[in-house]
């Protein structure tokens, strides 16, 4: 019972190792196990049907002589069709190799054809043979093989993965097509009973002895499978290393770029605070001095208005005055006597004396604002009339130029804010 119990005991670490085996062998196109996985340069692996389907769509409306090109579903890389087609891509041989196990424990190794996918669904699995039986095809084996070890397998390829982690006997070992009945590698699909145990180095192809001897005899240097597995183990290694260089150079600029990104933004604040700040208070300035100018205009206006408004009295008396004394002059002229023609002369002459005489009769009025100076008449605003290049030459010292920083001593640099000063004549400057 201990021993029986041994076989099938729960192996933590192949347990880890197959977790998740079911979406790595999913074709992310057609979502179903992968039927002749072929690796794009992008390192993405599809089915060479989805591939071809995926090809033909993109090939409609091109030219005969154009390159046959398509995005790749997941990262949307441009891939170049082989000009021998679809199938030109590497095919991945882990992947297939992975999904034949897989479809070797779903299907009975005996009645089934694993190439068609006919045949029944295997129901339990020999840990001695290592081959998956139906429920018909078990029957016929556990009569002359009853002592052998027997493991149920389940009915969905889900639960089959997790019922084959705790019999690692199951995964361990596979009789699926391309793996021979005694549990080594890959065999010919040419050679069926030959396993693959040379590598020809010219065609890049793992072959048989059959093959090395046949259709790869000319070829050199056709080379053991496993010196060749070195080999590339010893390669991968160096771009693994690589690889792990670029990674953390590239890691190292991402900061790099990231922390510089992080300063341009935060001196893009700094100076936009200053920007704001330095034409507010511009704008501060600008609403002083009119306030300043527009008041001194108000009391300057209305000084002037009452100076008028006297001198407009003055001269209405003066014109009442004279008015009557014409009119006295007429009526004596056209009626009087000569004693009163005589008094109104003495009369005439004593008032125009006082007023300065007949000559400056007209100049008499409108001189009580400032006697002897020509009066005021209205206000003129002095400065550059029409042209405001030199108040946006002031207003761009002011505020600014801006500079992009590339120079470290740049970055040093201290940001100043001018300060505007009034002087006595209301005059702004830097």
Same mark, same amino acid.
């Given at each position: ?9 729960f192996?933590m670490?192949?347990s880890s ?5 079911d ?5 992310n ?5 992968y ?7 992008c ?10 389907k995926l090809?033909a769509?993109h090939?409609r409306?091109? $030219?005969?002589n154009?390159e046959q090109r ?6 949307? #890389?441009?891939?170049?069709v082989?000009k *021998?087609g ?6 991945n ?5 992975? /999904?034949e ?8 190794? /005996? ?5 068609t996918g006919r045949?029944n669904?295997?129901?339990s699995?020999?840990?001695d043979?290592?081959?998956s039986?139906?429920?018909?095809c078990?029957v016929?084996h556990?009569r002359?093989f009853s ?8 009915n969905s390829?889900?639960v ?5 982690r705790?019999c690692p006997?199951?995964?361990e070992?596979?009789?699926a ?5 005694d549990?080594?590698?890959e065999t010919c699909q040419?050679?069926?009973?030959e396993?693959?145990r ?7 192809l793992?072959?048989?002895r059959?093959?090395r001897?046949?259709s ?6 056709v080379?053991?499978?496993?010196d ?5 183990? #010893?390669k991968?290694?160096?771009d693994l290393e690589?690889l ?5 150079? &590239?890691?190292?600029?991402v900061e790099s770029?990231?922390?510089?990104r992080e300063? #341009? ?5 700094? /100076?936009?605070?200053l920007?704001?700040s330095?034409?507010k208070?511009?704008?501060?300035l600008?609403k002083?001095y009119k ?6 205009l108000e009391?300057?206006?209305?000084? &002037?208005d009452e100076?008028?408004d006297?001198d407009?009295?003055k001269?209405?008396?003066? &014109?009442?005055s004279?008015s ?7 009526r ?6 000569d004693?009163e023609?005589?008094r109104l002369e003495?009369?005439?002459?004593n008032?125009?004396r006082?007023?300065? $005489?007949p000559a400056n009769?007209d100049s008499?009025?409108?001189q009580g604002?400032a006697?002897?100076v020509?009066p005021p ?8 009339d029409?042209d ?7 207003i761009?010292?002011h505020?600014?130029e ?6 470290p001593?740049e970055q *040093?640099?201290?940001?100043?804010q001018?300060?505007? /000063?009034?002087d006595d004549?209301?005059?702004a400057?830097l």
């Open positions: 019972m201990a021993a029986a119990e041994g076989e099938f005991s192996d670490s192949l190792d197959l977790a998740g085996v979406n790595r062998l999913e074709c196109i057609c979502l179903d196990l039927v002749k996985p072929k690796l794009l340069p390192s993405h692996t599809f089915c060479e049907p989805c591939l071809e090809a769509r090939r409306g091109m $030219g005969s154009q398509f995005p790749c579903p997941d990262c949307r #890389a441009t891939v170049v082989p *021998n679809v199938s030109g891509f590497n095919t041989f882990y992947i297939a190799d992975d /999904v196990r897989m479809r070797a424990r779903q299907m009975c190794n /005996v009645c089934s054809d694993t190439n045949g669904r295997a129901s699995f020999c840990q043979c290592k081959y039986f139906c429920k018909e078990l016929g556990s002359y002592h052998h070890r027997i493991c149920p397998l389940s390829a889900s089959t993965m997790s019922r084959s705790s006997s199951a995964v070992g596979s009789a097509h391309g793996t021979g009945p549990g080594r590698g040419k050679h069926k009973r396993e693959l040379f590598f020809c180095e010219p065609c890049g793992p072959v048989c059959d093959c001897v046949t790869h005899f000319q070829h050199s240097p080379i053991d499978l496993v060749a597995s070195q080999q590339a183990a #010893a991968l290694q160096d690589d792990n260089t670029r990674i953390g150079s &590239l890691e190292t600029q770029l990231s922390n510089k300063h #341009a933004a935060q001196t893009k604040r700094e /100076v936009e605070t920007v704001i330095r034409a208070e511009i704008i501060s600008v002083q306030d300043q100018v527009l008041t001194r009391e300057e206006a209305s000084s &002037l100076a008028f006297s407009i009295v001269a209405a008396e003066e &014109l009442s004279l009557d004394a014409r009119s006295r002059v007429t004596c002229l056209d009626n009087g006597r004693l023609l005589l003495a009369e005439m002459r008032l125009l006082r007023d300065g $005489g009769a008499q009025s409108g604002l006697a002897g020509s008449t209205g206000f003129y605003l002095n400065g550059s029409g405001s290049s030199t108040i946006a030459s002031l761009f010292s505020i600014g801006l500079i992009q920083l590339g120079k001593a *040093n640099l201290a940001m100043t001018p300060k505007f /000063v009034y004549s209301d005059q400057s």
